[in-house]
C-alpha cells in the first residue's frame, strides 16, 4: 500500500504515511493537490455579464408595460450601458485574468488587460449612442425585441476583447453577430430590411463556418484552444503538420475578414446598411467593425505570430484592396439617389477598414505587438462615424429619402448640425479643423513605413487623396444654400426647409460625439498614446 500511494501523493503525504496512518496520508494528500476548481473574479467580467443581464431583465419587463410606457425599456438600456461603462473604472490597472487552467499551465479563458478595457470602452460607448439615436427612432418597431438584442449584442461585443481562447472568442463573436441580423430586419413588412438582413445572414453563416474550420485545424494541430498556448506550440509544428496548421490560419482570417467588411468579404455592407434602421447601421459600422478587428487582432497578434509570414502579406493586401475598393465605390455614389447618403458613409467605412487593417499587417513586419495604431484610428473613427449617423438620422426625419441632394442648405435651417457633419467629414478625411482624424492617419501610415511597408504607405496616400474628393463634395453641399442649388443644377432644391424640434436624445447624441470630437482634436494624445505602448 505505501508503494502505491508514494505514486499518488505528495512528499508531504509520504511523510505523514510514514509516521501515521494511510488515511492521514490520503488527507494530508488532498489539502495539498492543486484545486480543479476555478475561482471567479466577478469584477473582471461584470461589464459584460451586467450587460448581459440587463438584456434579460429588459426582455422580461416587455411582457409587463402597457404599450405607452415601453419607452422605459430605452432609458434601462441606457443605464445598463452607462452602468457598465463605469464598471471598467475598477479594472484600469489592467492587471487581471480569471477563468484561468488551475493544473499544469497558467493559460486564462478571460483577460481584463488594457486591449480588453479600451475595446470594451469602445465598444459599450457606442452601443450607448446607438441606443440614443434609438429612443426616438424606432417608434414602429418592437420595443422589448429592439432593446433585448442590441444589449444581448453589445454583450457578445464587450466579452470578445476579453477572451483569450478560441472557444470563447468564437462564441463572443457570434453572441454578437446573431442579434445584429435580427436587429437589420427588424422592420416588419419592409422588404428591403429584410432582404438586406437575408444577405447579412447567409453570408456571416458561410463566414463562420470556415472560420470554424479553420479553428479546428489549428486544434488539430496544438492540442489547445488557449492563445497563449498555441502561440507556444505553433513555434514548434512537426513538419507533417505544418501544411495543417498554414491552413487552419489562413481559414480563420477569413472569418474575421467577413466581420471587418474587408474585401473582397466587404460586398454585405451597402445593402445591409441601407436596409437596416439607421441606428443599427451605426451601430454596425462601430461596434460591428471593432468586434471583428479586436478577433483579428488576437488571432494574429496573439495566437499565430509564428505564422507572420502567412498572415502577414494577407492582411497587406486585404488592407490595399479593401481602402481601394471602398473609396472608389463611395466617390461613384450619385447626390442624387435614394439613400446615397447611408450608401456613401457604408463604403467610406469599408475604406476606413483598410486603414484599420495596416497596423495589424505592420505587426507581422515590425515582430512585437504594437498594434496600437488600429485602436488609436478606432477611437477616432467610432466617434466621427456615430456623429455623422447621429446627423443624418436628424436630416432623415424631414428627408426619410437621405440623399446626399438633401442636405444642401443644411446650414442655412440647421447651422450647428451643418457644422457638425461638417466637422466630422473633415475627421474623417484627415484635414483641418479635424486634427484628430490628421494625426490617426499620421500614426496609421508612420506604421506601415516603420515596418518597411512602403509600398502599402503608397497605396494609403493615394487612397486619402481619393476620399477627399467625396469627403469635400459632401461638406460643400451642406453650405450651399437652396437657390444656388438650383441655379447650379437646373432642378428645384431639395434640403431640408421644414423646421421641427430635435429630439432631445438624437440632440445629445450629436452633441456628446461633437464635443468628444473636438477635445480629441485639441488633445489627440489621449488617443494617440496608445499607439506607443504594448496594450496586452
Known sequence: MTADLSSVTTGAARDAL????????????????????????????????????????VLVADLFLPGHRKKLLGYGTLTALAAALALLVPLRAGDRSTFCVTTGTQACSYTADHF????????????????????????????????????????????????RDLATLVVALEVASLPAFALVGIKRGDRRSSEAALKFFLSSVVATAVMLLGVSFVYATTGTLHLTEIAARLDDVPPV?????????????????????????????????????????AYLSVVGKTVGFSGLILVTVVAFPSYADVWGPAVAVLAALTMTVGNVAALRQRADRARSAVRLLAWSSVAQAGYLLVPIAAAAYSGDERIGSTVAYALMYAVVNLGAFAVAALVARTEPGNRIADYRG????????????????????GLPPGVIGLFAKVTVFSAAVDAGLGWLAVVMAVNVVIALYYYLQWTAILFRSPETAKTATGTPASGPQRRFRA?????????????????????????????????F
Open 410 to 429: 443644411l446650414y442655412a435651417n440647421r447651422p450647428l448640425a451643418a457644422l457638425a457633419l461638417g466637422f466630422f467629414l473633415l475627421c474623417l478625411a
Open 241 to 281: 503538420l505544418d501544411t495543417l496548421a498554414k491552413t487552419g490560419v489562413a481559414l480563420t482570417l477569413v472569418g474575421f475578414a467577413f466581420k471587418t467588411a474587408a474585401a473582397p468579404f466587404h460586398f454585405w455592407v451597402p445593402d445591409t446598411y441601407v436596409g437596416a434602421p439607421l441606428p443599427i447601421a
Open 503 to 535: 429630439p432631445a436624445p438624437l440632440t445629445t447624441a450629436i452633441v456628446l460625439t461633437t464635443a468628444v470630437g473636438i477635445l480629441l482634436s485639441g488633445a489627440p494624445q489621449l488617443v494617440l498614446r496608445f499607439a506607443a505602448v504594448n496594450l
Open 116 to 163: 480588453t478595457l479600451v475595446i470594451q470602452a469602445l465598444v459599450l460607448g457606442g452601443a450607448f449612442l446607438t441606443a440614443l439615436l434609438s429612443l426616438d427612432g424606432t417608434r414602429k418597431l418592437p420595443a422589448g425585441e429592439y432593446w433585448f438584442l442590441l444589449l444581448a449584442s453589445a454583450a457578445g461585443a464587450a466579452l470578445l476583447p476579453a477572451s
Open 18 to 57: 510514514a509516521t501515521g496512518t494511510a488515511q492521514d496520508a490520503l488527507a494530508t494528500a488532498a489539502d495539498s493537490a492543486p484545486s480543479v476548481v476555478q475561482t471567479i473574479d466577478w469584477l473582471a467580467i461584470a461589464p459584460p455579464t451586467l450587460t448581459a443581464l440587463a438584456a434579460l431583465l
